[in-house]
């Protein structure tokens, strides 16, 4: 009790709780237990320990600190399934998300991204970091048209990284523009995150993915100027290859029909959306056919692929779908014990100035970058702060067009902070994804130096939209001003 009195001077038990519950939750999480488990884990445990170890005995803890009733139990954590079934189950917005997923993993076993990456190597082999500039550029390309990282990664690492280094590329360099590269997708629409951002922050998925466009395609030309740049600077760790062919129009028409059909598909997906032809839902079912039809046209689409591609859209969808619902418990559970009422009273305490309150959001998923995965961080921070910024006084231009304009903003903001988890240690997948494909030699200390320029990177180009917030909005307001 003397250990409550004291701590009783700083928190309110209900604060100390909160911090238990989050500290418990990254603890089961170290020790490797799955996130879904953990999140149901927590939730269970929390319940009945406040049902049978606080709330029956509030008076005496009271009396050492201070203290308010929880008032859950477990008889109504079955409330919890109305909302499941009511609301998410149903939501329409949420039938998107197997859809991109299918035609992200359709189109990489297409061969779409072999035939750009043999013919753009043949245009850009004697250029001084050419194979970077060529793996920055199907990046891009991919993240337009699949927004699932880990394919993306996997194939950008198995097509290219052998070919750096027999080319003599420096290790850093290497895989750090790989795992870079493949990443983009989870920021340039159609990107599944942004899916899921927009079920949570209740917010229109086309004025996030028109509001994502820019912001991606400024990052991707962010590491394409520090290739260059580094190029011209360091020759040695990005070396033209000794032999090249003379390039000739015979080089860009390859390119050139390489691109094309990828291409088409953006326009077909995001084409849709934009012109207000059809729903993110409905421009999803189209991609996954396009990206079909693709493989088909390639020669590429057997029984066999048919089989692998759905598997796999299944499993990537069912591990999501499964952090969805435990993430449901774990708020229920959270906001039982005042969570939202503490994050609220610690965030926008913080700081006056609104636009310092943004900054410290932000800076919080960074470092939570370092420990979650987005998924975790989407579904459960995400809805907390969405009241701390509805409430803040910020300028951000709505052109008369969009609803929460500053929500979208913050949403795109989050999105570009969020391409940090997946480049740094020790949760960043798409490092673990790319060591998983990497020629001996090649370690995890090469791909963690790699890695530290594109964060840099990152970091800027969030600076960029946080100056800037009409990259986020105009192109929403041009799409639908009308």
Sequence with gaps: MFLLELIGQVLTLNELMVAVIFGTFIFLLFRGVPVAFALVGVSLIFILFAQFALDPFRSNFRDVIEFDRIGIEYRKFGAVAGRIFGSIVKNPVLVALPMFIFMGLMLDQSGVAQRMMQSMQRLFGGLKGGLSLTVLLIGIILAASTGVIGASVTLLGVMALPAMMKQNYSKPIATGTIAA??????????????????DQLAISLGDLFMGALFPGLILGALYIVFIVIYGLINPSAMPVPEQTEEVGWAQVKEVLLSVIPPMLLILLVLGSIFAGFATPT?????????????????????FKVLKEVSRSTLNTSGYILGIFLAANFFAYVLRGYGGDEVVEHMVAGAFEDPYMIVLFILFIVFLLGFLLDWIEITLIIMPLMLPIVQALALEVPDYGAINDAQVVWFAILVAVTLQTSFLTPPVGFALFYLKGVCPPGVTLGHIYKGIIPFVALQLLGLFIVFEFPWLTTWLPSVAYGN
């Design 181 to 198: 590269s493949g990443t983009l997708g989870i920021l340039i629409p159609p990107s599944i995150m942004l899916v899921i951002m927009s």
């Design 282 to 302: 409905e421009a999803s079912g189209l991609g996954a056919l396009g990206a079909t039809l693709l493989a088909i046209a390639y020669g590429k689409l057997s």
